[in-house]
């Protein structure tokens, strides 16, 4: 039983298109996540969910929009895609918002061409 | 602003080397320090959660401990298998913000 999916797997697209990765786990878990690899393997949080309610929201340019249409669903959408978006974007889930720990989906790898 | 930096970046062992990885941090308040495991192409795959000074977590080969600056992931006559990226990160808390540092990818050769 996967634990936290991830659509799609890989991602090509165009410069200036807007593209979505979606998210979902089955753990039952109220916190969700969305974090970006860079090429240096760098793993930084971009959002973070809880309830359906947005908890962090780090310095993402507003190209970037999550949206959690229940608990166990977490979307990010991407406007106006730039080459510099190109990495892997991991989903996250994890029980609460204390020291929970987070498990990860497999990661969706975007690139911009 | 909370740093964590890991060394070495890369290590190579024989199997059967022991060694150890680093991981340091730098935080205002630190509620737990992780470890994760990360193989290629895929999700980090969580192996420890370490809370206070002292505090020490073991599996299979693996055993971490946790200081007031720093934290260990101590590899016991590794295998091939045990080849992967090692990340480490800080949950400051707010909203259980992790951190990491960037990685050290191990190498186990026969």
């Known amino acids: 039983d996967t634990a936290v999916s991830q659509t799609p797997k890989y991602l090509v697209t165009q410069m200036g298109n807007d593209k979505s990765i979606k998210c979902e786990q089955n753990l039952g878990h109220d916190t969700m996540y969305w974090y970006k690899q860079d090429s240096k393997k760098f793993l930084k949080i971009m959002f973070s969910?809880?309830?359906?309610?947005?908890?962090i929201n780090e310095t993402v340019p507003n190209r970037f929009s999550p949206k959690s249409p229940d608990k166990a669903h977490l979307n990010l959408h991407i406007n106006s895609l730039e080459l510099g978006d190109s990495a892997v974007y991991f989903c996250?889930?994890?029980?609460?918002?204390?020291?929970?720990?987070?498990?990860f989906g497999p990661g969706t790898r975007l690139t911009v061409l | 602003e909370d740093q964590v930096t890991q060394s070495p970046e890369a290590l190579r062992l024989q199997e059967g080397e022991s060694s150890s990885l680093n991981c340091s941090y730098t935080v205002s308040g630190l509620r737990g320090l992780f470890w994760y495991r990360q193989d290629p192409g895929k999700g980090p795959e969580f192996l420890f959660t370490?809370?206070?000074a002292g505090e020490e977590k073991e599996k299979e080969r693996l055993k971490a401990t946790l200081t007031k600056k720093e934290s260990f992931l101590h590899i016991t006559a590794p295998k091939p298998e045990d080849s992967a990226t090692y990340l480490c990160a800080v949950n400051t808390g707010g909203g259980n913000k992790l951190t990491f540092g960037t990685g050290t990818q191990l190498k186990v050769e026969l």
């Open positions: 996250a889930s994890s029980g609460g918002l204390g020291t929970d720990t987070q498990y």
């Open positions: 969910y809880n309830n359906k309610e947005l908890i």
């Open positions: 370490l809370y206070s």
